[in-house]
């Protein structure tokens, strides 16, 4: 308990705390954040994880620290710290920092897949194979209701859903992917797929619209894969199933540049968090191995809550 509140006692502890409640960031990126020196950063980094506050999560190369949850103590105290980090002096710069940086990510990202759209079914095949587990996927998808995939990017799951649903909306933030999409509907002969351009974080649908939304391989490319689970759950309706297929963790370092990889893919044990601190239910997971160099596959499905 000590070694907590002595970690806490300090402003920039506390701002540094503050601002990794909202999400997982680099030592670089809280460089940005808090307008303060690398070394001055990374002591305080040390102090927080050293007293259990802060964890830090090994991706490649990179470190992404985050609220942890190795204290006992600093889990009981987080719901009144988390309701008076608004009274914080640097509160307001210190969010408006943050959102720089998400969009920072999020603005490469879009730039990228507008750049390769054309490509991209070939260059990911070739630059991280995965192992077959669409029918895996596409098995849990239940019938006769409307269907979101978020990030569709060129489509290649759009034709197989409308199969199964009663409605299919396509989402992605590229106009050049949902292009490509477009086309590929167009060759395929699918008819009534909706496509539109939105954030996976600013989902163009209302709320509990959707009875099943499907993200396959986009979460690894998300800003704040958290906040994109928080915008699932206010899309689906009450009981709605969320079916997530994305990278098992790997060390493919080179994926960041030649893929736009936020994140070297996932625990199960941490999409599990995630949905569980949304609300769902029900989860279960399923690991598609892979062969050859092939990198495994994680397919998580998930309940939505039901009517109050």
């Not at 000590?2 to 460089?31: H, I, N």
């Not at 640097?90 to 720089?100: I, P, Q, T, Y």
């Not at 897949?113 to 587990?133: C, I, K, M, N, T």
């Not at 689906?236 to 060390?251: N, S, T, Y």
Request: charged share 25%; proline share 5%.
């Amino acid at each position: 308990m000590l070694d907590t509140l002595k970690a806490l006692a300090d402003p920039s502890r506390l701002r540094l705390v503050a601002v990794l409640l909202r999400g997982e960031f680099t030592v670089q990126e809280l460089t940005h954040i808090l307008a303060m020196g690398q070394s001055r950063i990374s002591r305080h980094l040390k102090i927080l994880t050293e007293a259990g506050v802060l964890s830090v999560k090994r991706q490649g190369t990179w470190s992404y620290y985050r609220a942890g949850e190795a204290s006992n103590f600093f889990s009981a105290i987080r719901p009144a710290i988390e309701r008076e980090l608004n009274s914080l002096p640097e509160r307001s710069r210190d969010l408006s920092a943050v959102a720089v940086v998400l969009e920072e990510r999020r603005r490469r990202s879009q730039e990228f897949f507008d750049r390769h759209a054309h490509q991209w079914d070939d260059l990911s095949g070739v630059l991280l194979p995965v192992p077959e587990y669409r029918q895996n996927l596409l098995g849990l998808v239940p019938s006769g209701v409307t269907v979101l995939e978020i990030g569709t990017g060129t489509g290649g799951l759009l034709s197989e859903l409308g199969v199964r649903a009663a409605r299919v909306i396509g989402v992605d933030h590229s106009p050049a992917m949902l292009e490509e999409a477009r086309r590929r509907l167009a060759r395929d002969g699918a008819h009534g797929i909706e496509l539109r351009l939105g954030e996976m974080t600013h989902l163009p649908l209302p709320d509990a619209s959707a009875g099943c939304v499907v993200a396959n391989m986009v979460l690894h490319h998300a800003p704040n894969p958290a906040a994109v689970l928080a915008e699932v759950r206010r899309v689906l309706a009450p009981g709605g199933i969320v079916l997530l297929a994305d990278l098992a963790r790997h060390e493919r370092e080179a994926a960041r540049e030649q893929l736009a990889d936020q994140w070297l893919g996932f625990e199960e044990a941490e999409l599990t968090a995630w949905l569980l601190a949304e609300g769902f239910s029900e989860s279960s997971c399923e690991r598609v191995e892979g062969k050859n160099g092939q990198e495994a596959v994680l397919i998580v499905k998930a309940t939505a809550p039901g009517p109050s």
